[in-house]
């Protein structure tokens, strides 16, 4: 797919995998691609730095144990469900390479290294092999890692409302209309979501009623999501509920969705 992605010069900058692809013959082609990655790896990867004030040398369980509490840092890999998908996570530099070695189109030093990552409950870890310019920030690869939930989340999203899985078809041709008006159906949905919601009020704005005040301010509501329009859709097609009621039943749901998002951000900053 990469290859493919390649060779019809698609525009992209990144790679996000799972441990589940492997890393060693899709790491050589990007880097000879000249495109920055974070790829998955298991616990018992070896890697090893070089050219570096404090050497690393083990498999990544091994290294991870050796972190200091001073090395790890709380960022979000972007929005969930609940708000902020929270995680500590710690990266090492382990080699600074040429990348003319690998495409003369790109000049300058480009960085091998270590992200970990480490859930806030329990302390399960994941462990991923990068690879990206000479100075790129932790934020930077937490973001670019991140972007795999969301393309996770779409799938689901995409079985569960919309039957993508759901089909018993016994040709190619079968299978591709199914897929390709599910995936039509979901593009319609992603669409009204994006015009639905306001953009995110910017950093260190005020976010005036939070929450219904004694004078009865209307409360803040969740953003739109692609399940919730589809309910909304669904009945009123059906026409059989008034198309206030169906709104102001949204309008609930939604505001108690917001109240529940809020108690679980407060109960994980405890």
Same mark, same amino acid.
């Given at each position: 797919?990469?290859?493919? %992605?390649? %060779?019809?010069?698609?525009?992209?900058?990144?790679?996000?995998?799972d441990t589940v692809y492997?890393?060693?013959?899709?790491?050589?082609?990007?880097?000879?691609?000249?495109?920055?990655?974070?790829?998955?790896?298991?616990?018992?990867?070896?890697?090893?730095?070089?050219?570096?004030?404090?050497?690393?040398?083990?498999?990544?369980?091994?290294?991870?144990?050796?972190?200091?509490?001073?090395?790890?840092?709380?960022?979000?890999?972007?929005?969930?469900?609940?708000?902020?998908?929270?995680?500590?996570?710690?990266?090492? #530099?382990?080699?600074?390479?040429? &990348? #003319?070695?690998?495409?003369?189109?790109?000049?300058?030093?480009?960085?091998?290294?270590?992200?970990?990552?480490?859930?806030?409950?329990?302390g399960d870890l994941a462990?991923?092999?990068?690879?990206?310019?000479?100075?790129?920030?932790?934020?930077? *690869?937490? %973001?670019?890692?991140?972007?795999?939930?969301?393309?996770?989340?779409?799938? #689901?999203?995409?079985?569960?409302?919309?039957?993508?899985?759901?089909?018993?078809?016994?040709?190619?041709?079968?299978?591709?209309?199914?897929?390709? *008006?599910?995936?039509?159906?979901?593009?319609?949905?992603? &669409?009204?979501?994006?015009?639905?919601?306001?953009?995110?009020?910017?950093?260190?704005?005020?976010?005036?009623?939070?929450?219904?005040?004694?004078?009865?301010?209307?409360?803040?509501?969740?953003?739109?999501?692609?399940? #919730?329009?589809?309910?909304?859709?669904?009945?009123?097609?059906?026409?059989?509920?008034?198309?206030a009621h169906i709104i %102001?039943?949204?309008?609930?749901?939604?505001?108690?969705?917001?109240?529940?998002?809020?108690?679980?951000?407060?109960?994980?900053? *405890?």
């Open positions: 797919m990469i290859a493919r %992605a390649i %060779a019809a010069s698609v525009p992209f900058k990144w790679v996000a995998a492997g890393v060693g013959d899709i790491e050589q082609q990007l880097r000879q691609a000249g495109k920055g990655y974070v790829l998955g790896v298991s616990s018992a990867h070896v890697f090893q730095s070089w050219g570096k004030r404090r050497p690393v040398s083990g498999t990544a369980a091994d290294i991870a144990s050796t972190r200091r509490s001073s090395d790890w840092k709380r960022l979000s890999a972007g929005d969930g469900t609940k708000g902020p998908r929270l995680h500590d996570w710690c990266y090492l #530099e382990l080699a600074d390479l040429d &990348v #003319e070695e690998f495409n003369s189109a790109n000049q300058g030093l480009w960085t091998r290294g270590l992200l970990i990552r480490r859930h806030i409950a329990d462990f991923f092999t990068t690879w990206c310019p000479a100075a790129t920030s932790i934020e930077t *690869l937490v %973001a670019v890692e991140g972007h795999r939930w969301a393309i996770e989340d779409s799938f #689901e999203t995409a079985k569960n409302e919309f039957g993508l899985d759901h089909n018993e078809s016994r040709s190619w041709h079968g299978w591709h209309r199914h897929v390709s *008006l599910v995936m039509l159906a979901f593009a319609m949905m992603a &669409v009204i979501r994006h015009r639905a919601n306001p953009p995110p009020p910017k950093k260190g704005t005020p976010d005036h009623g939070k929450s219904k005040n004694k004078n009865g301010a209307t409360p803040s509501l969740i953003r739109w999501s692609i399940q #919730e329009i589809r309910r909304v859709a669904i009945r009123l097609a059906r026409k059989r509920i008034q198309p %102001a039943w949204s309008l609930w749901r939604r505001a108690h969705q917001a109240i529940a998002q809020r108690a679980h951000l407060k109960k994980r900053q *405890l």
